[in-house]
């Protein structure tokens, strides 16, 4: 359909981007590729610089995508196959099977307290365990519960089947099988977002090896009200309160020696807000943040930076860490950096230590980019049709990306650029809907 | 409405799963709103706002003939329009639901007061109860919109934007002070990374908006008064003293910013060898840049501190124009020495870190030092300085000759801007930009409806940054345009006609310029222009207005039930 068009990617900037067009009265099919929307945002306590809460604020953006008469939702779904050409693209969609029927599915969760396998849940960074069916978290959009085959009893031993017996909807359905989807659009935007990039590969910070290393992304989840601790903020050791924290920055980015060359832009930041959030919580416990350059360039957030050193008493250290060690016993740890001060080495005691690590483009775009001809950079975000004047158009015309794929950047940046993004693709309905 | 008909109003709290659950005993509010005057129904849910808990009030309004909602549960700023939104489907005016924060206002506050903490929630749902009953439908006007759009600023920002709404389908004015397009970029030399003269990359967009026939380009003209609202303004320009009138539906401020001039800071002003990183371009794009032997690049001047008139946020954009200037000096005269005096380098992301890492490959020197101790410069002699800074890297006093200084200043507000804000009644922030209506997820809009912002008029931005928010300003004010028509407020003011005596103390007040006076001296609202704060009401001496959804009523009834009464 010439006014329709296609999102890829159901975080922050694919909803943005979605509401946009769908409240033009464009149709708009939104994939995801796991059980629900929301992304990445949706995983993060508070935001910076507001501290606004994350998942308070998403939420009815969420909601209105799944009410809105004009976006069709497809989650647990992925795009396999683009032919044609701008303005007139076929777009081939696999929605996996969840086994369960999601018209029917109340989101009453009967099943996922009766089901008596437990695994991590990956939406809690595996801090936490989910079941083998389940819904990533409370507020998720739909609200409807998805079986793991690779973990469910039926499916690995034939047995069990205790989810269909309790559901009191009848939706659960083992014989689902994966389903194509054929949609014809006029444009494609691309918004998949970021990974992180796993730090044990880093040897000299013991992520890993060392219990109470943990990175940012496991920070979010363990002070979030919702996460696995219910947003207390213990040792994964021994479930105690850390009285010194260290955030270690540029884990795997800024990096010369063959990790990530590229600096990730928002982990100064979000470590201030961090840093911020264990105040909050726990006043007595000391905070450092050990950083290269404190990159502070949004908006509001070098006075955040400012308001986290005066009225949080957060203490900035620049140096970037050489190794951490751990005392066996205790399991407490050393952070061994220079002191440019004094010219010296040092060593700084901690109870946890937070590794900001590099953010990375989804290893999911080598996929896309062979599917749409959209083309990656050297690190796989995908690249803008001029890096200057097209930020958001690709090399593909009728294909847009927005958001962290097309490189890094902050939430409210994710946002604006995924309303351009939506402007370019409502100029292609618009182009379209002339020639016809 | 008839006023024998007994209201039945339904109250739905919500656990919102361990927010308010934790703290409050939910089912024993739930028990106690069943108790309340005029509730029929009650029920708790672990999240009213999930599609379950809506579907459940839906079914719940039907089956028992619900005239009016209640989610006791969290705040309204995010949560009202989905359970507005819920009544509507359900066959309910909106306005028959109210809520109440149980969360914000109590669970929240109270964590460890769990009995208290239930008390007040109790006392809440029924203040709410209490207002819900007297609740009335309301409507809101639909207005038609003009598609046409008026983009304030000719630079890169405001070219974008109106190239996207031109191809969107919707005619553009540009109003642009100077008599050339452009605007900051005419001042730049090369653009980073694609290494073309900005004057070219200008002229691409310069071409775009003359060869496209739905944009009117009005240059040396400035916006002299704005009237009317989302849909239809009435705008006013100034064209070199020439008045002329226009019509548009939408307004989008590209007003860009200003560069800091950092009077007395570092010698600026004593000597021509010490100028800014703006003027360095403009010698650049001239060519007139003669061989220095030792530049010294100063950054964060005048920013990220908020002494001596300087400005305590970063500009984002001064390290990466810093670092080009430096490498484009070196390759230009390879003998000539740069060093740039920094705190924190900004170049963020991807292509300015790549960036800055070739710059200290073509051994530009960077030296660190620290706010608390700014590197100082003596002159010499005419064009000869000494610049004497504490390297705080290896921890030691450096002594740089140059005969050439460049100070790294920050963008700043504009005065236009200053004046356009107060026309349009739209706000500016405490670093002086414009101040959108939310600063993670409405980042070019403004609480006011149908004015849109973008590029350095809303925060220091890069060139593509500014071209992205443009487009973003594009979508976000082609939305009301596609629709051709908006709903306005409800919530506005009623003038009682009779009670009235024309004092004017309203219409003094009234910061929307909502109130007039009709033909017979009597005060009448603007239903579009009201933005329903109350104001008018509360000042009346003769309490001849009253504000739709907040009568006296209403309000007087919920602090009632407050301090215990029903």
């Given at each position: 359909m010439s006014n329709s068009v296609l999102i890829v990617g159901g975080g922050i900037a694919g909803i943005q981007a979605s509401l946009d067009l769908a409240n033009r009265g464009a149709k708009v099919y939104l994939v995801e590729k796991t059980p629900s929307i929301g992304g990445r945002m949706a995983q993060l306590d508070k935001t910076f610089p507001t501290l606004d809460c994350s998942i308070c604020i998403l939420a009815p953006k969420m909601i209105e995508c799944f009410r809105h008469p004009n976006i069709s939702m497809l989650t647990y779904s992925e795009v396999k196959e683009v032919s044609g050409k701008e303005g007139h693209f076929v777009v081939k969609v696999l929605q996996k099977p969840?086994?369960?029927?999601?018209?029917?599915?109340?989101?009453?969760?009967?099943?996922?307290?009766?089901?008596?396998?437990?695994?991590?849940?990956?939406?809690?960074?595996?801090?936490?365990?989910?079941?083998?069916?389940?819904?990533?978290?409370?507020?998720?959009?739909?609200?409807?519960?998805?079986?793991?085959?690779?973990?469910?009893?039926?499916?690995?031993?034939?047995?069990?089947?205790?989810?269909?017996?309790?559901?009191?909807?009848?939706?659960?359905?083992?014989?689902?099988?994966?389903?194509?989807?054929?949609?014809?659009?006029?444009?494609?935007?691309?918004?998949?977002?970021?990974?992180?990039?796993?730090?044990?590969?880093?040897?000299?910070?013991?992520?890993?090896?060392?219990?109470?290393?943990?990175?940012?992304?496991?920070?979010?989840?363990?002070?979030?009200?919702?996460?696995?601790?219910?947003?207390?903020?213990?040792?994964?050791?021994?479930?105690?309160?850390?009285?010194?924290?260290?955030?270690?920055?540029?884990?795997?980015?800024?990096?010369?020696?063959?990790?990530?060359?590229?600096?990730?832009?928002?982990?100064?930041?979000?470590?201030?807000?961090?840093?911020?959030?264990?105040?909050?919580?726990m006043p007595n416990t000391e905070v450092y943040i050990m950083y290269i350059d404190m990159r502070a360039v949004g908006k509001g957030f070098q006075e955040f930076v400012d308001k986290a050193k005066k009225e949080y008493n957060v203490n900035y250290i620049k140096a970037h860490p050489g190794g951490i060690s751990e005392d066996p016993k205790?399991?407490?740890?050393?952070?061994?950096?220079?002191?440019?001060?004094?010219?010296?080495?040092?060593?700084?005691?901690?109870?946890?230590?937070?590794?900001?690590?590099?953010?990375?483009?989804?290893?999911?775009?080598?996929?896309?980019?062979?599917?749409?001809?959209?083309?990656?950079?050297?690190?796989?975000?995908?690249?803008?049709?001029?890096?200057?004047?097209?930020?958001?158009?690709?090399?593909?015309?009728?294909?847009?990306?927005?958001?962290?794929?097309?490189?890094?950047?902050?939430?409210?940046?994710?946002?604006?650029?995924?309303?351009?993004?939506?402007?370019?693709?409502?100029?292609?309905?618009?182009?379209?809907?002339?020639?016809? | 409405m008839s006023k024998e008909k007994q209201p039945k109003i339904?109250?739905?709290?919500?656990?919102?799963?361990?927010?308010?659950?934790?703290?409050?005993?939910?089912?024993?509010?739930?028990?106690?709103?069943?108790?309340?005057?005029?509730?029929?129904?009650?029920?708790?849910?672990?999240?009213?706002?999930?599609?379950?808990?809506?579907?459940?009030?839906?079914?719940?309004?039907?089956?028992?003939?619900?005239?009016?909602?209640?989610?006791?549960?969290?705040?309204?700023?995010?949560?009202?329009?989905?359970?507005?939104?819920?009544?509507?489907?359900?066959?309910?005016?909106?306005?028959?639901?109210?809520?109440?924060?149980?969360?914000?206002?109590?669970?929240?506050?109270?964590?460890?007061?769990?009995?208290?903490?239930?008390?007040?929630?109790?006392?809440?749902?029924?203040?709410?109860?209490?207002?819900?009953?007297?609740?009335?439908?309301?409507?809101?006007?639909?207005?038609?919109?003009?598609?046409?759009?008026?983009?304030?600023?000719?630079?890169?920002?405001?070219?974008?934007?109106?190239?996207?709404?031109?191809?969107?389908?919707?005619?553009?004015?540009?109003?642009?002070?100077?008599?050339?397009?452009?605007?900051?970029?005419?001042?730049?030399?090369?653009?980073?990374?694609?290494?073309?003269?900005?004057?070219?990359?200008?002229?691409?967009?310069?071409?775009?908006?003359?060869?496209?026939?739905?944009?009117?380009?009005?240059?040396?003209?400035?916006?002299?008064?704005?009237?009317?609202?989302?849909?239809?303004?009435?705008?006013?320009?100034?064209?070199?003293?020439?008045?002329?009138?226009?019509?548009?539906?939408?307004?989008?401020l590209a007003t860009g910013a200003e560069v800091l001039e950092p009077n007395g800071k570092y010698c600026y002003g004593e000597d021509p060898n010490v100028i800014t990183q703006f003027e360095l371009e403009r010698v650049m794009k001239e060519g007139k840049l003669k061989k220095p032997k030792n530049v010294v690049m100063i950054q964060c001047v005048g920013a990220r501190e908020d002494k001596e008139g300087g400005r305590n946020y970063c500009s984002r954009i001064c390290c990466a124009m810093a670092v080009k200037n430096a490498l484009e000096i070196r390759e230009l005269y390879p003998d000539s020495e740069v060093t740039v005096l920094y705190r924190d380098m900004q170049t963020y992301g991807k292509d300015f870190e790549e960036y800055y890492q070739k710059a200290r490959e073509q051994f530009v020197q960077f030296i660190r030092f620290d706010a608390e101790n700014p590197p100082e410069v003596i002159i010499k002699s005419k064009g000869e300085y000494s610049v004497r800074v504490e390297d705080i890297l290896i921890n030691d006093t450096v002594d740089l000759d140059a005969d050439l200084i460049v100070l790294s200043t920050p963008l700043v507000q504009t005065e236009e801007a200053k004046e356009l804000s107060k026309m349009l009644k739209v706000p500016l922030g405490a670093d002086g930009f414009f101040l959108e209506a939310h600063v993670k997820l409405r980042p070019v809009d403004f609480a006011t409806e149908g004015i849109f912002v973008c590029g350095t008029a809303h925060s220091p931005k890069t060139i593509s940054e500014s071209i992205a928010q443009a487009y973003a300003a594009a979508s976000r004010a082609g939305i009301p345009m596609a629709l051709k028509r908006v709903r306005t407020e409800a919530i506005t003011s009623i003038i009682d006609e009779d009670l009235c005596t024309g004092c004017g103390t309203c219409i003094k007040l009234c910061p929307y310029s909502a109130i007039r006076k009709n033909e017979r001296g009597i005060a009448t609202v603007n239903d579009v222009l009201c933005k329903g704060c109350g104001v008018c009401a509360a000042s009346c001496p003769e309490k001849a207005i009253t504000m739709r959804h907040f009568s006296d009523k209403q309000v007087l009834a919920e602090a009632t039930a407050a301090l215990g009464g029903a």
């Open positions: 969840r086994y369960v029927t999601a018209d029917k599915c109340t989101g009453c969760s009967t099943c996922m307290e009766k089901c008596p396998v437990k695994t991590p849940n990956e939406f809690d960074m595996g801090l936490g365990n989910r079941k083998a069916i389940y819904m990533p978290f409370k507020q998720a959009v739909p609200l409807v519960a998805t079986i793991d085959p690779g973990n469910c009893l039926y499916f690995t031993k034939g047995v069990c089947k205790v989810c269909q017996k309790v559901c009191p909807s009848n939706a659960v359905d083992f014989e689902q099988k994966p389903k194509e989807v054929k949609l014809n659009v006029s444009s494609i935007i691309l918004a998949t977002g970021f990974d992180t990039f796993n730090p044990s590969v880093m040897k000299e910070y013991g992520y890993g090896r060392f219990k109470n290393v943990i990175h940012s992304m496991e920070f979010e989840r363990l002070i979030c009200a919702s996460g696995p601790t219910e947003g207390h903020l213990v040792r994964p050791s021994d479930h105690k309160e850390p009285k010194n924290i260290v955030f270690v920055q540029c884990v795997g980015s800024r990096s010369q020696r063959g990790e990530f060359p590229y600096c990730s832009s928002v982990c100064c930041v979000y470590a201030t807000k961090e840093s911020i959030l264990v105040k909050d919580h205790t399991q407490n740890l050393q952070v061994y950096y220079e002191d440019i001060k004094a010219c010296e080495m040092r060593k700084l005691d901690a109870d946890m230590v937070v590794l900001c690590p590099a953010l990375i483009p989804k290893e999911d775009n080598k996929k896309l980019a062979e599917a749409t001809g959209a083309e990656l950079d050297e690190y796989g975000f995908f690249r803008p049709k001029n890096p200057l004047t097209a930020p958001v158009d690709t090399n593909v015309p009728g294909i847009y990306i927005c958001g962290y794929c097309q490189s890094p950047k902050d939430i409210p940046e994710s946002v604006a650029q995924a309303s351009g993004a939506a402007a370019r693709a409502a100029e292609t309905i618009a182009e379209v809907s002339e020639e016809a | 339904g109250v739905f709290v919500c656990h919102c799963g361990v927010n308010i659950g934790a703290v409050v005993n939910v089912p024993e509010v739930v028990e106690y709103a069943k108790t309340l005057p005029n509730v029929a129904y009650a029920e708790g849910n672990l999240y009213t706002c999930s599609s379950e808990g809506l579907s459940k009030m839906k079914e719940a309004i039907k089956k028992y003939g619900l005239t009016q909602v209640v989610v006791a549960s969290c705040t309204p700023r995010t949560h009202e329009p989905l359970f507005r939104g819920a009544c509507e489907e359900a066959g309910l005016n909106k306005y028959l639901f109210h809520m109440a924060n149980i969360r914000e206002h109590c669970s929240w506050v109270h964590p460890k007061e769990q009995e208290k903490a239930t008390q007040k929630a109790k006392e809440i749902v029924r203040m709410a109860a209490a207002k819900a009953a007297l609740l009335e439908p309301q409507t809101e006007p639909e207005i038609d919109v003009l598609p046409s759009a008026l983009v304030i600023g000719g630079g890169i920002s405001g070219m974008s934007a109106a190239i996207s709404l031109a191809h969107q389908g919707f005619s553009v004015h540009i109003v642009e002070k100077k008599d050339v397009l452009g605007g900051k970029l005419n001042e730049l030399h090369k653009l980073y990374p694609v290494n073309k003269q900005s004057s070219e990359v200008v002229e691409e967009f310069i071409q775009a908006v003359k060869s496209n026939p739905k944009i009117t380009l009005h240059t040396s003209s400035t916006v002299k008064n704005v009237d009317g609202f989302i849909g239809n303004f009435k705008v006013t320009l100034d064209q070199n003293g020439k008045e002329k009138a226009i019509d548009v539906g939408t307004v989008i």
